[in-house]
């Protein structure tokens, strides 16, 4: 009798714990819940009913939202501590738009300022600065980062080219290039990231590196960055940089 | 959490020792660079000085173990924020950026063989000599004004400390339907829309503890730097009636109000000018006549830090004459003076301002002991304000060296727009807060 009620006991508390543990990760600092994950499921849908983008619009919410400020002129973010935006993903950019006014994502000060921002949009002006960024051609190094990222030396090409293309299978590393595209172009949420800032992607890993950052749904950047070295990050970190246009392609 | 440091030391380390090629020196040691003020300016300088060459000796002479910092600082008065929150730690250019730390008042330079005492008579050499002290308040300029007066019963609060405490303290305790009279200052002064932003944060914060209080700006100028926009803020938040002159550009956009207004303007024109003070009966008497109040805040018109004087580096003006080229003074070879000190034409007297001077000089520095030539200087300056808590405001500049030699604006558009919607506004007092955090880090962290 007794060994058989213990497990059924125990089973009945280890679920109460579970449910208390369960509901304090609801409770966010404010005692207001915390913004819920998303499925794919409900990720597909918040995103499909976004209304359809003008890119023309987007230009004026970009200039209205004074997103230019970190972001650039035309979406090339002018120093390495903020994310170039131009050529970015429909997807990605509504998604993170979406994912910093619920709270989803909130890693530090910075996205902090971007929830004020993003609170202050509408669905509409969402998708629309979304297609105006998708519009745009992929970045251009910022001129400080131009003089600052040495060209890759033949053997640290020959390492990163490794971990782009083919991954770490001892490492349980998927290559970049499998989600993030041959050329680090990007696809539905997978950002694109060819062009992208050194600073800001090396902070992006250290935040998913430290579970800072983990609005990713598929938890993928999550898992590996966990297993990426700091010297791996930095060599991924230039290749991509080094993947935008160059300085002379830049309009002005 | 160490692992993140480690990263982040190896990621600057690595990158920096890219962006900044090392010195080369044939065998001579490196170069001492001393710093006299601790301030934005000073801090600046040491830590851009250090990530560009960390094998410079640089050593910054400063009274206060503790920086305590003055922009932004009028948000302890509201209540938005508290003197502790003013506090910024010398820690991370001490033990991070190796920035040697002398804690004494620096007394006098000695020019020719290039050194500076202080007042424990400690005497460091140098090689350059970069001087950032700010600015000296001149407490004497109103007739029956003190600093005696200002450290116990009307209080300044310009350099923030004690007094700002003292003011907020006044303030928040001001008796119900009491007259805040805030004197504002000359040109030039520190912090062009300071003033105003002090009155409009305290005429918000009144309207809601005490909502009887009036406040009164006693004005010796005409106009201020972010006028227009700042106005119309206060048209929106308050009722304020611009004066007539303001009315043509505002018009369409103002609204109309039947309450007499909380906060009250008094420009020179109309008598402002503050002339005396009396404070044994709470009077500050202008051009116009006597204001009596409860709370007296006056901003006194201001000069060069003292230590400026003391080093000789001061023309009549009671500000510093430097090459514009260099920041390096004109009196005195191998030293430099930047920010509030200096005469820099028409960059205001601000933080921003300061902090790229001191980027520039570091780098002037650099590439003067590596035999690099500079190139040509550009400048720029933010000077973010607030009508209230959530509306922001700005003035945004660039600046180069024209023609005729003196610095000068290069660009066109200045403010927040006339006809910014209401998520500008609020975002740029969203911008005015981050601006505040991320700008201390750039100098202190």
Redesign the interface.
């Known amino acids: 009798m007794i060994t058989a009620a213990f497990p059924a006991a125990w089973r009945t508390l280890t679920l109460a714990a579970a449910l208390l543990a369960s509901s304090l990760a609801q409770a966010s600092e404010h005692g207001k819940p915390a913004p819920k994950p998303w499925s794919p499921v409900t990720l597909h849908t918040a995103l499909g009913d976004l209304p359809k983008g003008n890119a023309a619009a987007g230009k004026a919410v970009h200039d209205s939202m004074m997103c230019a400020s970190c972001h650039g002129a035309a979406g090339n973010a002018a120093t390495m501590n903020w994310p170039s935006v131009a050529g970015q993903r429909y997807d990605y950019t509504a998604k993170m738009l979406l994912d910093y006014r619920s709270g989803l994502r909130s890693e530090d000060e910075r996205a902090g300022l971007m929830t004020s921002i993003a609170r202050l949009m509408t669905p509409q002006q969402i998708a629309d600065v979304s297609a105006y960024y998708a519009s745009l051609p992929k970045p251009v190094a910022p001129q400080a980062q131009a003089a600052l990222a040495a060209p890759l030396t033949a053997v640290e090409y020959k390492r990163v080219e490794q971990l782009v293309r083919k991954g770490d299978a001892n490492r349980l590393i998927t290559a970049c290039a499998s989600c993030h595209g041959l050329h680090g172009e990007g696809k539905g949420t997978t950002p694109a990231i060819a062009g992208q800032t050194t600073d800001y992607f090396i902070r992006t890993m250290r935040l998913y590196h430290n579970g800072e950052r983990q609005n990713d749904v598929y938890k993928g950047m999550s898992q590996f960055s966990q297993r990426l070295s700091d010297a791996d990050t930095l060599l991924i970190a230039r290749y991509y940089a080094s993947q935008g246009q160059s300085q002379t392609a830049k309009a002005d | 959490m160490n692992s ?1 440091r ?3 030391l ?2 600057a380390t ?2 920096g020792a ?2 900044f090629p090392a010195i080369a020196r044939a065998g001579q040691a490196s170069a001492r660079i001393v710093i006299v003020g601790g301030g934005v300016g000073g801090a600046t300088a040491a830590k851009y000085l250090k990530l560009a060459d960390p094998s410079l000796r640089v050593t910054v002479i400063e009274k206060n173990p503790v920086y305590i910092r003055p922009y932004g600082s009028s948000e302890v008065l509201n209540a938005h924020v508290t003197m502790q929150d003013l506090r910024v730690s010398y820690d991370a250019l001490r033990h991070k950026h190796g920035v040697a730390f002398v804690f004494d008042a620096a007394k006098s330079l000695d020019p020719v063989n290039k050194t500076v005492t202080t007042a424990s008579g400690k005497v460091l050499g140098y090689d350059k000599l970069i001087v950032s002290p700010g600015i000296k308040l001149r407490y004497d300029s109103l007739p029956g004004y003190s600093e005696q007066l200002a450290d116990s019963q009307v209080p300044s609060g310009w350099i923030a400390g004690a007094q700002t405490a003292l003011l907020a303290k006044q303030l928040q305790s001001m008796r119900d339907g009491g007259t805040f009279v805030l004197a504002a200052p000359p040109n030039p002064y520190r912090c062009p829309p300071g003033p105003y932003e002090r009155a409009a944060l305290m005429t918000e914060w009144f309207s809601k503890h005490n909502p009887r209080a009036k406040v009164i700006i006693a004005d010796p100028k005409d106009s201020f730097v972010t006028d227009e926009t700042a106005l119309l803020g206060w048209n929106r938040l308050y009722g304020f009636q611009p004066p007539a002159e303001y009315r043509t550009k505002l018009a369409a956009k103002l609204q109309p109000s039947t309450q007499p207004c909380a906060l009250e303007w008094i420009q020179a024109k109309a008598g402002g000018t503050p002339q005396r003070l009396d404070a044994k009966t709470m009077t500050l008497h202008t051009a116009g006549g006597a204001i009596k109040a409860d709370v007296i805040n006056i901003i006194p018109a201001m000069v060069a830090g003292q230590i400026a004087f003391d080093f000789g580096l001061t023309n009549d003006s009671g500000f510093c004459p430097v090459h514009r080229a260099t920041f390096e003074s004109t009196l005195h070879k191998d030293v430099y003076v930047i920010g509030d000190s200096s005469i820099a034409d028409v960059m205001p007297k601000s933080g921003f301002s300061a902090n790229t001077q001191a980027k520039w000089v570091a780098r002037v520095i650099t590439d003067g002991l590596a035999g690099r030539d500079p190139g040509t200087p550009v400048w720029e300056n933010t000077c973010y304000a607030l009508a209230g808590k959530d509306y922001g405001l700005f003035v945004a500049d660039v600046f180069k060296i024209k023609d005729d030699g003196k610095i000068g604006r290069i660009n066109k558009a200045r403010y927040l727009p006339l006809d910014a ?1 209401p ?2 506004i ?2 740029s007092a ?2 005015q807060q ?1 601006w505040i ?1 991320a700008f201390t880090q750039d100098i202190f962290a």
Do not use: D, E
Request: charged share 10%; aromatic share 10%.
């Open positions: 993140r480690q990263f982040l190896a990621s690595a990158l890219v962006a919607t998520a500008q609020r975002l969203v911008y981050a955090q």
